[in-house]
Structure formats: C-alpha cells, structure tokens
C-alpha cells in the first residue's frame, strides 16, 4: 500500500514516498536538495537578498523534476501522457520563475502569465483522462468554492487590472480548471492543486490590491513551494497505482 508523509513545517520541507520499496537514494537526494533549496529561498526573501533568492528559485524545479524522475515506478511506465504532461509543466513554471528577472515592468508580469499558463495547461493535459473521477464527475457541488474563489479574486483584481485583466482571467481560469481536475488523481493531488490556486491568488492580490511586503512574498514562495511538490507526489503515486492495476 502506498504511503505518503508530507509535512511542511518553518525550515523543513520533508517528503517521504513509499512504493512499497524504500524510496531510493536518488529520490531522497533530490527531496533533500528541493526542500534545502527551499528554506534558503524563503531566508533570502526574508532577507532581503535578491541575488539568493533568485538563484535559489532558479534552482527549484529543475531539482523536483529530477526527484520527479527519480521516483518513477520500476519497470513499464505507466500513464506516460501524464509522466510527460508533469515534466512539460514542471519546465514551464521553472521559466515561469525565470522570465519575471529578464522583463521589466509590465512585460514581466505578462511573460511570467504566460509561461505558467503553458504550465496548467500541460497539467490539464495530463489530468484530463481521469476527470470522471475528479469533483467534476464525481461531486459537481464542490466546484462551487472554486467557481466562488476565481470570482472573487477577479472582482478583486479587476479594477486595476486595466488591459492586464484578460489573460489574468484567462490564466485565473485555467489555474482553476487544473485545480478541479487535479481532484481526479486523489485528495494529496487536489490539496496541491488548491494550494498552487492559493499561491497564483496571492502573487494576483499583490500585483492588483498593493498587496506588498516579505510577508507575503515569503507566503507566495512557500505555498508554491509545498503545492508543486505534492502535485509530483500525487502524480507519481498515482501512476504507480496504475502500475499495479495493470
């Protein structure tokens, strides 16, 4: 049986996978080096080292999509839409975290839009097979507190969003839409999918509502932090069920 140990306490950011098998020492390496890469990140925010922080999120999601694939089931690879889908998202969210450090202005805000956009949208691709089992085709009534939180947070973002607000609602929807089908793969995937939602709403709520401060750009990069690597948890523990239904 597949058991999952997440915990995201001050400085740790711990992950323990079991397969059944031990995780290996690959695997570990990397979730050690993610959550270290993490705690110097929010630090340096914390302390107010730009040059730190940038090089430390730079470093992010190259490192998970390494324990991403050190965590891949042994022998055929199952799901393998769902295996590409993640490494494309996980590539676009790390240009995602780079692109805001070679723009300026608003042309960093859209570029960084943009990229993740590529980023949910390579996740709806994987997650889109299994919606059946997903809020959607399960439960459409809990889709509720999700249709309520994008539009509050577009109501929220709107009167200063000025010619921002279209691929902000377009973002918002598609940031919405892999949040829900994320609830297809099971409860750790859709917890990762809702806070990724929580995040992205932050990053929105300081770029339109003045919201500022290390406060909330700590608060930014931890949920971002925690919500990618549970969603590569989820995934792989997903498939690795998969795997043994085959």
């Known amino acids: 049986m597949t058991v999952i140990q997440i915990s995201y306490a001050g400085p740790r950011l711990v992950a323990a ?4 098998d031990p995780m290996s020492t690959t695997a570990r390496g990397a979730f050690t080096a993610y959550g270290l890469l993490s705690v110097v990140n929010l630090v340096a925010i914390g302390a107010s080292n730009a040059g730190l922080s940038n090089l430390s999120q730079w470093l992010l999601m190259p490192v998970l999509a390494a324990a991403f694939l050190a965590l891949t089931p042994r022998g055929p690879h199952p799901l393998p839409r769902l295996r590409t889908a993640t490494l494309a998202a996980l590539g676009f969210s790390w240009l995602g975290d780079l692109a805001p450090d070679f723009f300026t202005g608003d042309a960093a805000f859209i570029a960084m839009v943009a990229c993740f956009l590529c980023a949910q949208i390579a996740f709806i691709v994987g997650f889109l097979p299994h919606w059946r089992a997903s809020v959607l085709g399960r439960a459409r009534g809990l889709l509720v507190p999700y249709a309520v939180t994008f539009l509050v947070l577009i109501a929220a973002c709107a009167p200063a969003a000025g010619p921002l607000l279209v691929p902000v609602v377009i973002y918002g929807l598609a940031l919405t839409a892999m949040a829900v089908l994320a609830t297809g793969l099971g409860r750790l995937a859709g917890l990762g999918g809702a806070i990724f939602m929580l995040s992205d709403s932050l990053i929105a709520l300081g770029a339109f509502r003045d919201w500022n401060g290390r406060g909330l750009s700590v608060a930014i990069m931890a949920t ?16 690795q069920q998969a795997q043994r239904r085959e």
């Open 224 to 239: 971002y932090a925690v919500a990618q690597a549970l969603l590569v948890i989820a995934i792989q523990r997903f498939r």
């Open 17 to 20: 996978v079991k397969y059944g």
